[in-house]
């Protein structure tokens, strides 16, 4: 845990969002390293148990809420802050791209299985790449800062797990965001089409596709993992706004 929080360049007076605090193994080693720390943990269990844990400390708020649904800038108070965890493997999409969303961290890092974070990381191209890896890839630079071992962890689990540090950006396209995220989900929903096929499955012309994919200078069989972010931008700059798939 003081590894996670010395790649996280965490010191004294930082502001330091937890999710998913547990018994406190993190939220102690970020206290000694001087931080102010606001943890949310869901389950009232665990809640309790902490409260024993950090009875010694008033350096640390502690919220019982789910993570995916809390408002962040309320919870920090406006304030620019960290965001350093442990975070539940199968949570731990929606929960990132949830705090990237929220604007409010100027850099994250976090814990998460291997599969994971190879996943966030990868290019077009790549077999772990996925409509994850562009959804993380719009808000952030992200990079595996660490690997930690299985045998760190008692009980051992079944997976190895990384770090991950996301350095947040601000948009630099023309293009609406959401947008560009929109034509993602569509263009991966049928993720053994190609990516021509699985958009004219979501109500796009074919001559409308054929402009889009000579503008943006694709071939015609290309797949959704083939495509970098600036790919999808210029096809959602020549496309026509899609609704994503239910």
């Not at 772990?128 to 690997?147: H, K, N, P, Q």
């Not at 990516?195 to 200078?217: V, W, Y």
Request: aromatic share 4%; net charge negative.
């Amino acid at each position: 845990m003081r590894r996670v929080v010395a790649r996280a360049e965490v010191g004294p007076g930082d502001l330091v969002a937890e999710i998913g605090p547990g018994l406190g193994a993190l939220t102690l080693a970020l206290v000694e390293a001087g931080a102010e720390v606001v943890a949310v943990e869901v389950d009232a269990g665990l809640v309790r148990a902490l409260g024993e844990v950090l009875a010694d400390t008033d350096r640390v708020t502690l919220h019982h809420a789910d993570a995916l649904e809390v408002d962040w800038a309320t919870l920090l108070g406006g304030r620019a802050a960290l965001l350093v965890a442990n975070l539940p493997y199968h949570l731990a999409t929606p929960l990132v791209v949830g705090a990237l969303e929220a604007g409010c961290f100027r850099r994250l890092e976090v814990m998460v299985q291997r599969e994971v974070g190879e996943r966030w990381t990868a290019t077009a191209g790549h077999p772990a790449f996925s409509a994850a890896s562009l959804r993380v890839a719009a808000y952030a630079e992200a990079r595996i800062d660490g690997r930690v071992s299985r045998n760190a962890f008692l009980p051992v689990p079944g997976v190895d797990s990384v770090t991950v540090r996301l350095e947040p950006r601000p948009w630099p396209f023309d293009v609406a965001r959401e947008q560009v995220l929109g034509l993602v989900t569509s263009g991966f929903a049928q993720r053994r089409k190609r990516l021509r096929n699985a958009l004219r499955a979501g109500g796009l012309s074919p001559a409308a596709l054929d402009a889009a994919f000579a503008a943006a200078g694709l071939d015609a069989d290309v797949r959704a993992e083939e495509v970098d972010l600036e790919g999808w931008v210029t096809l959602a700059r020549a496309l026509p706004s899609v609704t994503p798939p239910a």
